[in-house]
């Protein structure tokens, strides 16, 4: 029996190992290092297996690792069996011998041969296809809630032109009920339904960067006339258009995908041509002499597309990326690790009301809810440009009962009180006109008066007609009095109808542009984000997923640690030792390294095994 012995310099160890791509890509790539020494057909002595020719100053310090390739006969061409060690130490026999302090390196020697029945690591680095698998579960590591801004996204509807820095267009929507005829064309319609408002749009055009108004521009609807602006505000207010009665506003900003803007120089002015991408969003009508106007039509159908493509991966959990929405005064926190592609794609989508009070909703691919593709986040705009209180309004819904209604069965009381009174005095009529034509008869018999009779009638005659006249006046005298007591109420009514809306302004349009109050979306990273990628791509993530069926999980490298394993000795048959072994390197955690050219390079990409 004899070995062939092949002792390296490399930069494996026992925390870092190298199996290779295969059995045989091992054996080439050592087979290509430039330190080594080949030791052919020494005689094997299974009492001293690691004694070495030579002195021990010969090896020491140049060499870490070893193969011995054993042959059974002597005249054996190919080895029987191929294992590798770690040199631990060289030790002085004599002069001109010396012996090898060894362990057998034992995964990597039967690595393409080791097979688990259950492998639950708890730090591993997980093809990413497992984690999205099972939620993305994982022990985030705790490097402070410190964060920066990594990306943010806005619906702003920015354009350039010519001579000019980048400008924006908003809108100031104006919410007016109005009396709707049959045939209206400026009604609302959301969800398909019509409602009886008018959403008139007051549009400007702004810098981004400062929030200032452009006054060298005028808007002009996609017909070509112009239509009222910011700048026409006191005029719109102010018109007497039949039914108008504005209820509430907004400033809108987010029309990155509701309108279409074309700049046309003129000598002394720009002009802003505005059409909707929906041709039923935008709709130009003419306001009694004030001129024409934009109305927002219809709401269209289709969700509009925030964020198209939003990056998601196993470092999006909020202890490393956060998700916020900022809307105005509200801010909602948001973990993408719930959002999963729909159709391919992660994106974030959205519907705006123009309803009062304007509803916003965003909507997501959660896959936390099975059943349906979306989930959703709904607010108010909470972007209030002017608020508008009616006096006749509030009076009217807060008095109807206690007035109005009041008013009626008060009234109606005191009638039906009348009528309860009128009813007792006609029975004591009846009763005393009874009783005076009784005294009379009497008086003719008693007194042998035979006028009595007849002036008994005339008295009963009067009883009557004195209680028909007293009837006839109380009713009189009722029905006026509640006639003036309507017509007291509905001149306090008319009062209030006719004193003027309250306003107070919400946010004038410089402060709520330059502090960011319009939808917007922003993407924050824990500033420690690049040393905590680092430390995962070289670790991996702390969870518990069976890998026994996909063991390897990368190209490069991968990271194990487990404690929680059960071996499948199917293809290779280990001893009590050998097995404890096995599972102590295990649980002390172990690299494997696959690409010996580029053992512990941390710095490049190490590509997902195809599962």
């Given at each position: 029996?004899?070995?062939?012995?092949?002792?390296?310099?490399?930069?494996?160890?026992?925390?870092?190992?190298?199996?290779?791509?295969?059995?045989?890509?091992?054996?080439?790539?050592?087979?290509?290092?430039?330190?080594?020494?080949?030791?052919?057909?020494?005689?094997?002595?299974?009492?001293?297996?690691?004694?070495?020719?030579?002195?021990?100053?010969?090896?020491?310090?140049?060499?870490?690792?070893?193969?011995?390739?054993?042959?059974?006969?002597?005249?054996?061409?190919?080895?029987?069996?191929?294992?590798?060690?770690?040199?631990?130490?060289?030790?002085?026999?004599?002069?001109?011998?010396?012996?090898?302090?060894?362990?057998?390196?034992?995964?990597?020697?039967?690595?393409?041969?080791?097979?688990?029945?259950?492998?639950?690591?708890?730090?591993?680095?997980?093809?990413?296809?497992?984690?999205?698998?099972?939620?993305?579960?994982?022990?985030?590591?705790?490097?402070?809630?410190?964060?920066?801004?990594?990306?943010?996204?806005?619906?702003?509807?920015?354009?350039?032109?010519?001579?000019?820095?980048?400008?924006?267009?908003?809108?100031?929507?104006?919410?007016?009920?109005?009396?709707?005829?049959?045939?209206?064309?400026?009604?609302?319609?959301?969800?398909?339904?019509?409602?009886?408002?008018?959403?008139?749009?007051?549009?400007?055009?702004?810098?981004?960067?400062?929030?200032?108004?452009?006054?060298?521009?005028?808007?002009?609807?996609?017909?070509?006339?112009?239509?009222?602006?910011?700048?026409?505000?006191?005029?719109?207010?102010?018109?007497?258009?039949?039914?108008?009665?504005?209820?509430?506003?907004?400033?809108?900003?987010?029309?990155?995908?509701?309108?279409?803007?074309?700049?046309?120089?003129?000598?002394?002015?720009?002009?802003?041509?505005?059409?909707?991408?929906?041709?039923?969003?935008?709709r130009q009508m003419t306001l009694a002499d004030?001129?024409?106007?934009?109305?927002?039509?219809?709401?269209?159908?289709?969700?509009?597309?925030?964020?198209?493509?939003?990056?998601?991966?196993?470092?999006?959990?909020?202890?490393?990326?956060?998700?916020?929405?900022?809307?105005?005064?509200?801010?909602?926190?948001?973990?993408?690790?719930?959002?999963?592609?729909?159709?391919?794609?992660?994106?974030?989508?959205?519907?705006?009301?123009?309803?009062?009070?304007?509803?916003?909703?965003?909507?997501?691919?959660?896959?936390?809810?099975?059943?349906?593709?979306?989930?959703?986040?709904?607010?108010?705009?909470?972007?209030?440009?002017?608020?508008?209180?009616?006096?006749?309004?509030?009076?009217?819904?807060?008095?109807?009962?206690?007035?109005?209604?009041?008013?009626?069965?008060?009234?109606?009381?005191?009638?039906?009180?009348?009528?309860?009174?009128?009813?007792?005095?006609?029975?004591?009529?009846?009763?005393?006109?009874?009783?005076?034509?009784?005294?009379?008869?009497?008086?003719?018999?008693?007194?042998?008066?035979?006028?009595?009779?007849?002036?008994?009638?005339?008295?009963a005659a009067k009883q009557a007609t004195d209680?028909?006249?007293?009837?006839?006046?109380?009713?009189?005298?009722?029905?006026?009095?509640?006639?003036?007591?309507?017509?007291?109420?509905?001149?306090?009514?008319?009062?209030?109808?006719?004193?003027?809306?309250?306003?107070?302004?919400?946010?004038?349009?410089?402060?709520?542009?330059?502090?960011?109050?319009?939808?917007?979306?922003?993407?924050?990273?824990?500033?420690?984000?690049?040393?905590?990628?680092?430390?995962?791509?070289?670790?991996?993530?702390?969870?518990?997923?069976?890998?026994?069926?996909?063991?390897?999980?990368?190209?490069?490298?991968?990271?194990?640690?487990?404690?929680?394993?059960?071996?499948?000795?199917?293809?290779?048959?280990?001893?009590?030792?050998?097995?404890?072994?096995?599972?102590?390197?295990?649980?002390?955690?172990?690299?494997?390294?696959?690409?010996?050219?580029?053992?512990?390079?941390?710095?490049?990409?190490?590509?997902?095994k195809a599962v």
């Amino acid at each position: 029996m004899f070995v062939d012995i092949k002792l390296y310099m490399t930069t494996i160890d026992e925390e870092n190992l190298f199996v290779g791509s295969s059995q045989e890509d091992r054996e080439t790539s050592l087979n290509s290092l430039r330190v080594q020494t080949e030791i052919i057909k020494a005689p094997f002595n299974p009492t001293d297996p690691f004694r070495l020719e030579g002195n021990y100053l010969e090896y020491q310090r140049k060499y870490n690792y070893a193969r011995f390739k054993y042959y059974v006969n002597n005249d054996d061409t190919e080895p029987s069996v191929t294992r590798y060690y770690f040199i631990r130490d060289f030790e002085y026999v004599n002069d001109m011998v010396c012996r090898m302090v060894c362990d057998e390196d034992l995964v990597s020697n039967i690595f393409w041969q080791l097979k688990f029945a259950r492998f639950y690591p708890s730090m591993c680095t997980y093809n990413s296809n497992k984690l999205t698998a099972n939620g993305r579960k994982y022990k985030a590591i705790d490097a402070g809630q410190i964060y920066e801004i990594e990306e943010e996204y806005n619906l702003l509807k920015y354009f350039q032109s010519s001579g000019l820095p980048t400008l924006a267009v908003g809108f100031i929507v104006f919410t007016s009920t109005y009396p709707r005829d049959e045939g209206d064309g400026f009604a609302y319609i959301e969800g398909n339904t019509t409602y009886p408002l008018r959403n008139y749009v007051l549009p400007f055009i702004y810098d981004p960067l400062t929030g200032s108004v452009r006054e060298d521009f005028k808007i002009f609807a996609a017909s070509g006339d112009r239509v009222l602006d910011v700048f026409d505000l006191g005029k719109f207010l102010n018109q007497t258009t039949a039914g108008f009665d504005i209820v509430s506003s907004m400033i809108y900003l987010n029309l990155k995908n509701e309108i279409n803007v074309t700049v046309t120089k003129y000598n002394d002015y720009y002009g802003a041509k505005i059409s909707g991408i929906d041709d039923n969003f935008l709709r130009q009508m003419t306001l009694a002499d004030i001129g024409n106007a934009m109305v927002i039509k219809k709401l269209p159908d289709a969700f509009e597309t925030f964020i198209e493509n939003l990056p998601i991966d196993m470092y999006s959990v909020p202890e490393y990326k956060k998700l916020n929405i900022f809307n105005g005064g509200n801010v909602y926190e948001y973990d993408t690790r719930q959002i999963v592609p729909f159709g391919g794609v992660s994106r974030i989508t959205y519907k705006q009301s123009f309803i009062p009070p304007y509803r916003t909703t965003l909507y997501f691919n959660e896959e936390r809810i099975q059943y349906t593709p979306n989930n959703f986040i709904s607010f108010n705009n909470d972007t209030t440009f002017m608020d508008f209180s009616s006096a006749y309004a509030d009076w009217y819904r807060q008095n109807y009962n206690s007035q109005i209604m009041g008013l009626k069965v008060k009234q109606e009381t005191e009638r039906e009180n009348l009528g309860v009174r009128t009813a007792a005095g006609l029975a004591n009529t009846v009763v005393g006109i009874g009783a005076t034509l009784a005294g009379g008869q009497i008086s003719a018999a008693l007194n042998k008066n035979a006028a009595a009779p007849a002036l008994a009638g005339v008295n009963a005659a009067k009883q009557a007609t004195d209680f028909a006249t007293n009837t006839i006046s109380n009713y009189l005298t009722l029905n006026n009095n509640q006639a003036k007591e309507r017509k007291l109420q509905e001149f306090q009514i008319q009062d209030l109808k006719n004193t003027p809306s309250e306003v107070s302004f919400g946010s004038s349009i410089v402060p709520f542009i330059v502090n960011k109050m319009y939808m917007r979306v922003v993407v924050f990273k824990n500033i420690f984000y690049d040393e905590i990628v680092k430390y995962h791509k070289a670790y991996g993530f702390e969870s518990m997923i069976d890998i026994s069926d996909s063991f390897q999980q990368h190209t490069l490298f991968d990271y194990y640690r487990a404690d929680d394993t059960v071996l499948n000795t199917n293809e290779v048959f280990l001893d009590e030792m050998e097995r404890s072994q096995v599972e102590d390197t295990f649980s002390k955690g172990v690299r494997v390294w696959y690409d010996y050219n580029n053992m512990k390079n941390f710095t490049i990409e190490n590509p997902e095994k195809a599962v």
